[in-house]
């Protein structure tokens, strides 16, 4: 290994251990300014410099290279970001004299809105996962699988959680009583996280399931062990224990087909979009719509506010004296 990425690799540790300590960064969010930043280092290197020495116009160049391999303009935007982190880091740090990306600028984009379900195709989506729970002739792995996914989108849609911090719930989030979860998520913060009555119905739904398959299982070998309960809601026999997200994010694709949406529209995050949409477009506050997804800048949560005000516009036209009729 060279002298420049063996110390560019260093640096890159360093960079991460302060994201990760001081402003709470998650796996994936660590993973990425990764990738980015060991990318940037590989064309540094091929240019005979590292992040100590690395010049404004070296940096130039590397953003040019993005384009020239074809990355879009929010790619290059993210790359962007990574890099002017990681100098300013340099800088507060004394690693550096100057900051060589601080006068960088980056391709122009607007920033897309979030793709949004109307209420109609999440019912649509809702309906036809009831409707697989109850198909007949099916094994008790099926029954369970089809209750899983039931739940899981009820729970989604009536909370808004980001898919990891769904398949990662614990079992305890299924209590009877329990009207209010505790949620763990970015940076490790806990926030609370209300539940309707129908995602409570669909957990005690998915339950029973297992239950009963459990209970099948006692009956054929009475005298077999029972296994030990996960700590779970949605667990899987995986390195992390619980399902994954690209597993439910299949299962939910496998669901808009049968439901007669595209599959391409239809994700994990999408429902998550749609759950903030229409508490926005029936009047609910933009700060209680941050608070439940957790948004720690209310600048995120703002992606919804064309919903706000497209309902503000229709609030004025359908209430206001003078509007016209």
């Not at 002298?3 to 998650?26: K, P, V, Y």
């Not at 980015?36 to 064309?43: G, K, P, Y």
């Not at 719930?169 to 979860?181: E, F, H, K, N």
């Amino acid at each position: 290994m060279s002298r420049n990425a063996a110390s560019d690799s260093r640096l890159i540790d360093l960079f991460l251990d302060m994201l990760a300590a001081e402003q709470g960064a998650g796996d994936n969010t660590l993973s990425a300014y990764r990738r980015d930043l060991e990318d940037l280092s590989a064309f540094l290197k091929r240019a005979g410099q590292g992040f100590a020495n690395a010049s404004t116009q070296a940096l130039r160049d590397y953003l040019a290279d993005l384009d020239t391999r074809g990355f879009k303009s929010s790619s290059v935007a993210r790359r962007l970001s990574s890099t002017r982190h990681l100098f300013r880091f340099l800088l507060n740090e004394r690693i550096r004299a100057d900051d060589p990306a601080a006068i960088l600028s980056g391709p122009k984009r607007g920033r897309p809105l979030p793709k949004v379900l109307s209420i109609a195709d999440v019912d649509r989506l809702l309906s036809r996962a009831r409707e697989l729970m109850q198909v007949p002739g099916q094994s008790a792995a099926q029954q369970v699988r089809a209750a899983r996914l039931h739940c899981l989108l009820e729970v989604l849609y009536a909370t808004g959680l980001r898919v990891s911090e769904l398949v990662s719930l614990p079992l305890s989030a299924a209590r009877r009583d329990a009207r209010m979860i505790v949620v763990r998520g970015k940076g490790d913060k806990e926030r609370l996280v209300p539940l309707n009555d129908s995602a409570r119905q669909a957990m005690a739904d998915y339950l029973a399931a297992i239950a009963a398959v459990q209970e099948a299982k006692d009956e054929q070998k009475p005298a077999a062990k029972a296994p030990k309960p996960s700590k779970w809601l949605f667990p899987s026999f995986g390195e992390s224990g619980h399902l994954t997200r690209q597993h439910f994010a299949r299962d939910l694709k496998d669901l808009a087909v049968a439901a007669g949406l595209p599959a391409r529209v239809i994700s994990p995050h999408v429902v998550r979009h749609a759950f903030a949409s229409h508490l926005l477009h029936n009047g609910a506050d933009l700060r209680i719509v941050q608070t439940l997804l957790g948004h720690t800048d209310i600048s995120t949560t703002q992606i919804y506010t064309h919903v706000v005000e497209e309902r503000l516009k229709s609030l004025v036209r359908d209430l206001h004296p003078l509007a016209e009729g």
